[in-house]
């Protein structure tokens, strides 16, 4: 089954199907041999800057190439990039700019209102969740960022949901430890100028994409209900 949310051009919200409690975000902290693997850049590290992630970095989400870019804010650069899986022809993901709105962990996921999820039953959250074990709220459109079920991560890096921006579980726990919390600025990217423009950046600093597997460590803690500390 794809996606686990559905949308709607109207602006209005529809089918949001999310039921859990909003996470507070933490402080950040410094980052301090917590055993998890390094940044890719030393710009994304940032372990004196006493800024709040969501001041540093920024989202883009390229629906030209399928891919979930974190941007600092500050020079413009691309630090980080993972695989996503925007919405599809049919059920496009819509909107240009959203902020945040909520972080949550195990989200109960309940069928839209939408023929493509006719006779589905409603999904507690979980790693298998249509919405995986994590998502963050954009706050328009019922659209998120949020896990993915095992049978669904083929479908990474290419266009397949109904609106949402699909990441693997372990790759979304990630960049909320690490990049986006409450507050954090999303800009969806449909300009296919602006996304080799963007894509030559961050080849131009010798980064690559994450593996889906890449916050591993981070999915026990989720299971039992807790989110990551922010670094």
Request: aromatic letters at 6%; proline letters at 9%; glycine letters at 12%.
């Given at each position: 089954?794809?996606?686990a949310?559905?949308t709607?051009?109207?602006?209005?919200?529809?089918?949001?199907?999310?039921a859990a409690?909003?996470l507070?975000?933490?402080?950040?902290?410094a980052?301090?041999?917590?055993?998890?693997?390094?940044?890719?850049?030393?710009?994304?590290?940032g372990?004196?800057d006493?800024?709040?992630?969501?001041e540093?970095?920024?989202?883009?989400?390229?629906?030209?190439?399928?891919?979930l870019?974190?941007?600092?804010?500050?020079?413009?650069?691309p630090?980080?990039?993972?695989?996503?899986s925007?919405?599809?022809?049919?059920?496009?993901?819509?909107?240009?700019?959203?902020?945040?709105?909520?972080?949550i962990?195990?989200?109960?996921?309940?069928?839209?209102?939408s023929?493509w999820?006719?006779?589905?039953k409603?999904?507690?959250?979980?790693?298998?969740?249509?919405?995986?074990?994590?998502?963050?709220?954009?706050?328009?459109?019922?659209?998120?960022?949020?896990?993915?079920?095992?049978?669904?991560?083929?479908?990474?890096?290419r266009?397949?949901?109904?609106?949402?921006?699909r990441?693997?579980?372990?790759?979304?726990?990630?960049?909320?430890?690490?990049?986006?919390?409450?507050?954090?600025?999303?800009?969806i990217?449909?300009?296919?100028?602006?996304?080799a423009?963007?894509?030559?950046?961050?080849?131009?600093?010798?980064?690559?994409?994450?593996?889906?597997?890449?916050?591993?460590?981070?999915?026990?803690a989720?299971?039992?209900?807790?989110?990551?500390?922010?670094?």
């Amino acid at each position: 089954m794809a996606g686990a949310v559905t949308t709607t051009r109207t602006g209005a919200p529809r089918g949001l199907g999310v039921a859990a409690r909003p996470l507070v975000v933490p402080t950040p902290v410094a980052h301090g041999g917590l055993g998890v693997d390094a940044f890719q850049s030393s710009a994304a590290a940032g372990s004196t800057d006493p800024r709040p992630r969501q001041e540093r970095f920024a989202l883009v989400v390229d629906l030209v190439r399928s891919r979930l870019y974190v941007v600092d804010k500050q020079t413009g650069k691309p630090v980080d990039r993972y695989l996503t899986s925007p919405g599809t022809k049919k059920y496009p993901t819509v909107g240009d700019h959203f902020t945040i709105r909520r972080a949550i962990t195990r989200p109960t996921w309940t069928p839209p209102k939408s023929a493509w999820a006719k006779n589905l039953k409603p999904s507690q959250g979980g790693p298998n969740s249509p919405l995986g074990i994590f998502a963050l709220d954009l706050g328009g459109y019922g659209e998120y960022i949020h896990g993915t079920p095992r049978d669904e991560r083929a479908g990474l890096g290419r266009p397949a949901s109904h609106g949402c921006m699909r990441m693997s579980n372990e790759n979304v726990l990630q960049l909320f430890q690490r990049y986006a919390g409450v507050g954090t600025d999303v800009t969806i990217l449909r300009d296919p100028a602006e996304s080799a423009r963007l894509q030559a950046a961050f080849k131009a600093q010798g980064l690559k994409d994450h593996a889906i597997t890449d916050g591993a460590e981070l999915l026990p803690a989720a299971i039992a209900g807790r989110a990551p500390t922010a670094w």
